[in-house]
């Protein structure tokens, strides 16, 4: 240890913080390329005193802090930086209370996002937010990223379930923002704008968040598409019929062929896109309204609907057998979903990229995901280039860069395009207040 990490590693119990060099490698990435920073130590934090004594310690030395929870990230957002500390949330696994008849929990930020729900079930009720990590993301990387997932066509992301908050700010206070009631409207919405920050305003050390009555009796429906096209309208058509899906997920050829080959999926030669939806009660009028599909089968029990959900969530580990992976997650409005798929498959032709797609359809969350050589340091220049073709699009569109995913570090070459100079100037200006050293993850997000 050097002179500070010395002082770090006094201001807080034994163990809690690491140096070896290794060690410290292993805890500086997510699960992008991005190339991470040199950083100076590790600390495993298991309490908010933990996260308290840290940033007073940052403070007081001016050493940046880039928060962490399960790495699963994938835009570069807790990507180590050059002479920071790497404050890892992994160990504050509590569920400090679970309330069934207030319908909330009391988590914090190293509590996996699936041991939650799970631990609503018992009570009859779920938590809502189900990105496709859900087995091994945290609830602390949710907030931060504001994270989505395939219920979020019916629930919302995981802001739409966030109640109050208890944060670390920079120079070590604490504090508590949002309530535990369903409503209020006291004050600034603090807790809104924390979620999504990506830490860069401050440390989520507690989430009060919301749950809900979990549905009795689901019905899924699986349709096979000879068109991309088609099964992208068939996801408009059930919107627009007012089915209420509590899930409506879309996967092109490339990703199911990529998961046929791992798990033997019996893929037709010529499907070309597969829709998963979900609701409560009958599934026939979903299935209807995929009349366009070559092949439409409702789940009779809860174990096949589970098998067809869990095609759905093999998608990016499948991809990533494949090569590395540039994954984006462009949103746009539901009216205009057909036409991002068909430029989507245009750009690839066109530059001659792999781009495998899936989609959070029901609400317009498209997931490009680039495929590049496994060797290469970053993603050559064509994928670059129909990357940007992409956003493009997406933006021209109406949509936006990124709808849960986070900016981190691979989107901010295109925020610019989103934002503009007046909210860049804003979002600057409020970084500067609560975080007038810029020691809080510098260099994300804004």
């Given at each position: 240890?050097?002179?500070?990490?010395?002082?770090?590693?006094?201001?807080?119990?034994?163990?809690?913080?690491?140096?070896?060099?290794?060690?410290?490698?292993?805890?500086?990435?997510?699960?992008t390329f991005v190339p991470p920073g040199r950083a100076l130590g590790v600390v495993l934090a298991q309490s908010r005193d933990?996260?308290?004594?840290?940033?007073?310690?940052?403070?007081?030395?001016?050493?940046?802090?880039?928060?962490?929870?399960?790495?699963?990230?994938?835009?570069?957002?807790?990507?180590?930086?050059?002479?920071?500390?790497?404050?890892?949330?992994?160990?504050?696994?509590?569920?400090?209370?679970?309330?069934?008849?207030?319908e909330i929990a009391v988590v914090e930020p190293g509590v996996i996002t699936a041991d939650l729900d799970r631990a609503a079930?018992?009570?009859?009720?779920?938590?809502?937010?189900?990105?496709?990590?859900?087995?091994?993301?945290?609830?602390?990387?949710?907030?931060?990223?504001?994270?989505?997932?395939?219920?979020?066509?019916?629930?919302?992301?995981?802001?739409?379930?966030?109640?109050?908050?208890?944060?670390?700010?920079?120079?070590?206070?604490?504090?508590?923002?949002?309530?535990?009631?369903?409503?209020?409207?006291?004050?600034?919405?603090?807790?809104?704008?924390?979620?999504?920050?990506?830490?860069?305003?401050?440390?989520?050390?507690?989430?009060?968040?919301?749950?809900?009555?979990?549905?009795?009796?689901?019905?899924?429906?699986?349709?096979?598409?000879?068109?991309?096209?088609?099964?992208?309208?068939?996801?408009?058509?059930?919107?627009?019929?007012?089915?209420?899906?509590?899930?409506?997920?879309?996967?092109?050829?490339?990703?199911?062929?990529?998961?046929?080959?791992?798990?033997?999926?019996?893929?037709?030669?010529?499907?070309?896109?597969?829709?998963?939806?979900?609701?409560?009660?009958?599934?026939?009028?979903?299935?209807?309204?995929?009349?366009?599909?070559?092949?439409?089968?409702?789940?009779?029990?809860?174990?096949?609907?589970?098998?067809?959900?869990?095609?759905?969530?093999?998608?990016?580990?499948?991809?990533?057998?494949?090569?590395?992976?540039?994954?984006?997650?462009?949103?746009?409005?539901?009216?205009?979903?057909?036409?991002?798929?068909?430029?989507?498959?245009?750009?690839?032709?066109?530059?001659?990229?792999?781009?495998?797609?899936?989609?959070?359809?029901?609400?317009?969350?498209?997931?490009?995901?680039?495929?590049?050589?496994?060797?290469?340091?970053?993603?050559?220049?064509?994928?670059?280039?129909?990357?940007?073709?992409?956003?493009?699009?997406?933006?021209?569109?109406?949509?936006?860069?990124?709808?849960?995913?986070?900016?981190?570090?691979?989107?901010?070459?295109?925020?610019?395009?989103?934002?503009?100079?007046?909210?860049?100037?804003?979002?600057?200006?409020?970084?500067?207040?609560?975080?007038?050293?810029?020691?809080?993850?510098?260099?994300?997000?804004?």
């Amino acid at each position: 240890m050097n002179e500070l990490t010395c002082a770090l590693a006094a201001a807080l119990p034994d163990g809690r913080v690491l140096t070896d060099p290794d060690v410290v490698d292993s805890y500086a990435r997510d699960r992008t390329f991005v190339p991470p920073g040199r950083a100076l130590g590790v600390v495993l934090a298991q309490s908010r005193d933990d996260v308290v004594a840290t940033m007073r310690w940052a403070s007081e030395h001016r050493v940046p802090v880039v928060p962490r929870g399960a790495g699963t990230g994938l835009a570069g957002g807790a990507t180590a930086v050059d002479g920071c500390v790497v404050l890892s949330l992994a160990r504050m696994t509590a569920i400090r209370e679970l309330s069934p008849q207030d319908e909330i929990a009391v988590v914090e930020p190293g509590v996996i996002t699936a041991d939650l729900d799970r631990a609503a079930r018992e009570h009859g009720l779920m938590y809502a937010p189900d990105p496709s990590s859900y087995e091994i993301s945290t609830i602390g990387g949710n907030l931060a990223t504001n994270a989505g997932g395939l219920r979020c066509v019916k629930y919302g992301v995981t802001r739409d379930s966030t109640l109050g908050l208890e944060v670390v700010l920079a120079d070590g206070r604490v504090l508590n923002t949002g309530r535990r009631t369903m409503k209020g409207v006291t004050g600034y919405d603090l807790t809104g704008l924390f979620v999504g920050s990506e830490g860069t305003l401050g440390v989520i050390t507690a989430a009060t968040v919301r749950l809900r009555r979990a549905p009795r009796e689901m019905a899924t429906v699986a349709a096979e598409f000879t068109s991309l096209r088609d099964a992208a309208a068939a996801v408009s058509a059930i919107v627009a019929a007012g089915c209420q899906p509590s899930m409506l997920e879309l996967m092109d050829r490339t990703t199911l062929k990529a998961i046929d080959d791992w798990k033997n999926i019996g893929l037709e030669p010529s499907t070309k896109a597969m829709l998963i939806a979900q609701a409560e009660g009958s599934a026939d009028e979903m299935a209807a309204l995929c009349g366009a599909a070559s092949f439409v089968a409702v789940s009779s029990t809860p174990e096949e609907a589970a098998e067809l959900i869990g095609i759905r969530r093999l998608a990016y580990q499948a991809k990533e057998r494949l090569g590395q992976c540039l994954v984006e997650d462009v949103c746009v409005p539901r009216s205009v979903l057909p036409e991002m798929i068909t430029t989507i498959e245009e750009v690839a032709a066109r530059h001659g990229v792999m781009i495998a797609t899936v989609a959070h359809a029901g609400d317009g969350n498209v997931h490009p995901v680039f495929v590049f050589d496994r060797g290469l340091a970053e993603p050559p220049e064509e994928v670059w280039t129909a990357a940007d073709e992409v956003f493009r699009a997406a933006l021209d569109l109406g949509g936006t860069l990124t709808g849960e995913h986070g900016v981190g570090l691979l989107k901010k070459r295109w925020l610019g395009l989103e934002t503009g100079p007046v909210a860049a100037e804003l979002h600057q200006g409020i970084k500067q207040v609560f975080d007038p050293l810029n020691i809080l993850n510098p260099g994300k997000a804004i």
